[in-house]
Structures are given as C-alpha cells and as structure tokens.
C-alpha cells in the first residue's frame, strides 16, 4: 500500500521548469555573459541546413521541368551550375558556421560550472548536509560534465528545433497546394506519437532519486578508493575487495535504472514507428491518385512527392527535438534549482559588517539551544556565554557533550533552534553572513590542503602574497624549520592529487600549517578546535608556551578533550549534556572539586601510571 502511494506520488510530481522556461533561461544566461554570438549562429546553421534542404528538393524537379521543355544546353547548364554553385556556397557556409559553434558553447558550459561551485562552496553551512541539496548538487554537476551533457548539449537541439520549424513552414506552404487534409493526417498522427514519447521520456525525471542514490555511491566509493588518508586502511583491513563490491553494486543499480529508461523510450519509439507508416502511407497513396486521375506532371510528382516526404522528417524532427529537450530540460532544471537552492542564512541582502583586526568584539550565547535536523532532542540547551574582548575561553567536557556545535554556532555557521548569537548586542542573523565570517581565524578538526605552494596556503591567495607575514606566521607555528628543510622552501608544491611532485607533509606538520593560516589571517577572534591532536608532547608543550603571543589583543575560543592543555585560558567552562555545568579558571575548578577535577585526575592519573610502567 506504502509502495503504490509513493509510485502515484512519483507520477503526479512535475519538473519545476519546463523546456521553453529553460530553454529561455539558457538564452538569456547566454545574452548576460557575452555570449551572443552562440544565438546569431544558431540561427545561421538553422538558416542554412533549411537552404541546402531546399536546394537539394528543387534541383531534381528543376532540371527535369528543364528536360520537358525541351529547353536549349545552354539553359540545362547554367541550371545545374546554378544549383551546384548554391549547394557550395551554402555548404561552404554551413561548415566554417558550424566549425565555430563549439567555443562559445563551451564557455557557457564553464560558466556554469564556476556558478555552481560557488553555489557549493558559498552556500550556507546547513545546507551542506541537506540531502536534498546534496542531490541536487551531484545532478547538477553530472548535467554540466561533458560535451554531450544538457548544458552545451541543448543548444545542438535549439538548433535543430528551430531549423525543423522554418522547414516544416515553407514545406506547409507547399503541401497546401496539393491537399490541405494531408496537414491534419501528419498533424494527429504526429501528436499521438509526441504524447507517447512525451511520457515516456518523463520517466527519468520521476525516478531521479533512484538515479543520483546511485551516483553518490559510486562517487563515495571512487573518492574513498582515491583518498590517499585511507590508504593505509584499505591495505591493513583488506578493504579493496569491500570497496569494489560497493561500487558494483551501486554501477548495477544505475546500469538497472537506465535499462528501464531505455525501455521506456523504446516502446515510444515503436509506436512512432507505427504513427510514420501510417500517414506517409495515406500521404504517398493521394499522391498516386493524382498521378492517375489528375494528370500530375512527372516534375510536379517528384516534387510534392519529395515535399510530403520531408514534411513528415521536418514534423518527425520537431518531435524529437522537442523530446530530446525535455530530457535536457530535465537536468537544465536541476541546475537552476541547485543555484537557486533556498538559503536559511542572509548574504547579500544582509547588512554589512566592517570586520576590524584591532577592533574589539563581543559575542554573546543568550538563551541558545540547538537540536540538529531530524533529530528530537537538543544537542544544546539554553545555553548563556559570553566571550568577551581579548578574553582566551577554553571549552571542555566528553565526546558528544556539544563543544564543536558551540562553536559552529558562534562561528555562524548554525543558527541555534531558540535564542540568539549576538555580536555587540546585535543578533548575528541581520548581518551579511559572509561578512561575519571575517570575524574568525580557525583551525578546525578537519581541513583541506590547496593544491598550491606552501606560502599559498599559508596566505589563501597566490595574489599579492605578504612573503615577510607568511614566514612570521610559519614561524609563531613552529613550522619554518620544516620549510626551511624543503628544496623549493615556501614555493614548494602541496596536494598529490593534483602534482606528481608535491610535498606530502605528517599530519603535525599539516595542522602546523593551518594554524599559520589562521595567524596570516589576523582576524579577531580565533577558533582552535583540537589544534594539537597530531603534534608530539613536545610540539604541543611548544604550542602552548606561543599561545598567548598567537591570540595577543585577540578573542580565542579553544576546543580540547586534553585538559591539561587548557591552563593558559582565561576561562574554562565544561560542556555536559547540553549545558555549561561548570565554569572558572583551572584554578577555580580544581579548587571546586567537580567533574573537571575528576576528569583532570583520571586523565592525571593515566599519565602517571604509563610513566610508572615505563619505569619498570
């Protein structure tokens, strides 16, 4: 019963746009980006296919009428010249024409791309782990991969639309002539077989969830397979013949999908085959009657022959063209939906926000709590903090008490579920949220290595790089030595999956080198989020004796399940389930006896008992 609700769901759910929506949205995309030539010359090839069509119907009646006359050589030859000098001309024409189609096309197609990775890396946080955002995102891409993909591909069929359409009117013109019934037989037969095909060629846009499911499987398994992090595991746990099994699966499921689909449309086709022999066969018969019974001349026979013949390929060819581009609108339409995807947060229409490095800010938590999509239970619950001008805030407390989600929600990159996130006693939702942003440098637990050079990196720029900031930067993180070390120095290559010779750094010395870029930043409040999880004791011993010259004159709020590396903060407050349960200097709490001096000891005491076994 669930089933056949979900199957009636499916059939009644339409595309947000149809083909002349998008097809006008391409145009006009087209129009914007200095494009314009791609629609002059989509009218030329039409313009001249329609020429060569005509040239090629004429010439044989032409020549023949020529014959019956009994017209003199000279007149047989500058009529077969004439043709033949028209043929090369329009031939000529249509190749240098069609030769430089591709360029402008393709640009549009990178357009396009470059407007939807915006769209992925500027679009609110959230929307990062909607599902149906994500959806939308892999279909998008996948419209925009190739050549023959809907975003270039549809400009082949507009084409082609529009030259069956000035073909089928000059072709009316013609049959008129004959007998007018003939445009009502094609025209009936025609829409029948266009409604079928129609239909059919619905059926992947019904079913596309089935379709992106699949595709984000074999992408996982494609980008775990290629990931150099998970190398080493896949080769100790054995996991090859895991992960190739995962993405046969998921091929066979997409390879089943389109199987269905080409089943689909193969029933529309045989029934337009049956439409075709149904009206050429009425068209060709009336043809022959009027042969016998009229007198049609052999000239006239050929001619209105060949024209109701090329009739029904120019109605034929509408026909298709418009079912090829609803398939194109199809995935045309998850690319607009993609870049107009909704954005819970305030950008552009935002107020904006001047972010000053020397300038003093407080943020303050009032009343906030925060429970994640689809779940029924706040991860934090109403939730008072303040982090004052210069202050260094330490957040501690168990796996799951709600630290990063504190800090995601202070970064601005949630919105808490109830209260609010003020900055100077201004709720942080009014602001253009990328100019909040501003506000933080950060090291978070997981980040992302740029293809590029060291001081790149460093700088998040390869333009008007400080060389003088990024080796201080390097250097207040303890990684010039390091750098110094390297052949190429600050201009050596990183990310080996883009250069063959990149450097590939340990894991300390990569959260090294975010932390350089959180200091090049110099933003005011800086965010650490387990900075030290991948540095030795001494590394991390290191780090802290710097910490207070990095945040010197800065707000810093610093995440770590290590408390002992929390005693150079201000302030400490202990997360548990969902509320601050505790919160003073390290002094104060230990003084207090609570939960973070019990943690502290267990962690204390874990140190010593691995010293006392090293001992013996």
């Known amino acids: 019963m669930g089933n056949n609700n979900e199957n009636r769901k499916k059939k009644k759910e339409k595309p947000k746009y149809n083909a002349w929506q998008n097809s006008w949205f391409m145009i006009k995309l087209a129009w914007q980006t200095k494009e314009k030539k791609i629609l002059v010359l989509c009218v030329l090839v039409a313009t001249f296919a329609v020429l060569k069509n005509l040239l090629e119907l004429y010439v044989v009646p032409t020549i023949l009428s020529v014959v019956e006359r009994k017209a003199s050589i000279e007149e047989m030859l500058l009529t077969i010249l004439g043709f033949v000098g028209g043929m090369m001309l329009v031939s000529a024409g249509a190749a240098y024409v069609g030769e430089n189609t591709l360029y402008g096309r393709v640009t549009l197609r990178l357009g396009l791309i470059g407007m939807l990775n915006k769209k992925s890396s500027t679009t609110s946080y959230p929307n990062l782990f909607d599902e149906k955002f994500d959806k939308l995102t892999k279909s998008a891409l996948e419209a925009v991969g190739t050549n023959e993909r809907a975003s270039e591909a549809i400009w082949k069929t507009l084409t082609d639309l529009l030259k069956n359409v000035i073909g089928f009117v000059i072709y009316v013109s013609l049959i008129v002539l004959v007998q007018p019934i003939l445009l009502l037989v094609v025209l009936i037969t025609t829409i029948i077989g266009h409604c079928a095909n129609r239909y059919a060629n619905g059926y992947k846009y019904r079913h596309r969830k089935e379709e992106a499911e699949a595709i984000g499987q074999m992408v996982y398994v494609r980008d775990r397979a290629r990931d150099y992090s998970a190398a080493k595991d896949i080769r100790v746990f054995g996991l090859r013949s895991w992960l190739e099994e ?183 939702r009014t602001y253009n949220r990328a100019d909040y942003y501003k506000m933080f440098s950060a090291v978070f637990q997981k980040f992302g290595v740029l293809a ?66 959180a200091l090049y930043k110099d933003a005011p409040v800086i965010v650490l989020d387990e900075p030290t999880a991948a540095l030795d004791p001494i590394a991390e011993y290191d780090m802290y004796q710097k910490y207070n010259e990095m945040t010197k004159d800065k707000s810093s709020v610093y995440i770590s399940h290590r408390l002992a590396s929390t005693r150079f903060c201000d302030r400490i407050i202990l997360l548990e389930n969902g509320v601050i349960a505790e919160e003073g200097t390290h002094k104060d709490l230990m003084q207090k006896g609570g939960k973070y001096a019990e943690l502290f000891a267990v962690q204390s005491k874990y140190y010593q008992e691995g010293e006392s076994d090293n001992e013996k």
């Open 452 to 517: 590029a050079t060291i001081a790149a990196n460093i700088a998040q720029t390869e333009d008007d790089i400080n060389i003088v900031r990024v080796k201080e930067c390097a250097e207040k993180a303890g990684l010039c030595e390091k750098i110094d070390a390297l052949p190429e120095q600050y201009n050596t290559l990183l990310n080996r999956e883009v250069f063959e010779e990149a450097t590939m750094l340990s894991g300390g010395e990569t959260q090294r080198l975010m932390l350089a870029r």
């Open 246 to 428: 995962l993405f046969e699966k998921a091929m066979e499921a997409y390879m089943a999908f389109h199987q269905r689909c080409q089943r689909a449309y193969l029933w529309a086709k045989v029934a337009d085959v049956g439409l075709t022999f149904v009206r050429n066969g009425i068209a060709y018969g009336y043809l022959i009657y009027l042969v016998l019974e009229q007198n049609l001349s052999t000239a006239e026979f050929l001619l209105y022959f060949s024209a109701v013949s090329g009739f029904a390929a120019w109605v034929l060819g509408i026909l298709e063209n418009l079912n090829i581009l609803h398939r194109q609108s199809i995935d045309i339409t998850a690319i607009r939906e993609c870049l107009e995807y909704h954005e819970p947060f305030a950008f552009e229409n935002g107020e904006m926000l001047e972010v000053e490095s020397n300038k003093k800010y407080e943020i303050k938590l009032h009343k906030v709590s925060y429970r994640y999509p689809g779940t029924d239970v706040d991860i934090l619950k109403e939730v008072d903090l303040t982090l004052h001008p210069g202050e260094n805030l330490a957040v501690v407390g168990l796996n799951g008490a709600g630290k990063t989600t504190l800090v995601k929600l202070i970064c601005g990159f949630l919105d808490p579920t109830e209260g609010q996130v003020l900055l100077n006693g201004v709720d942080i």
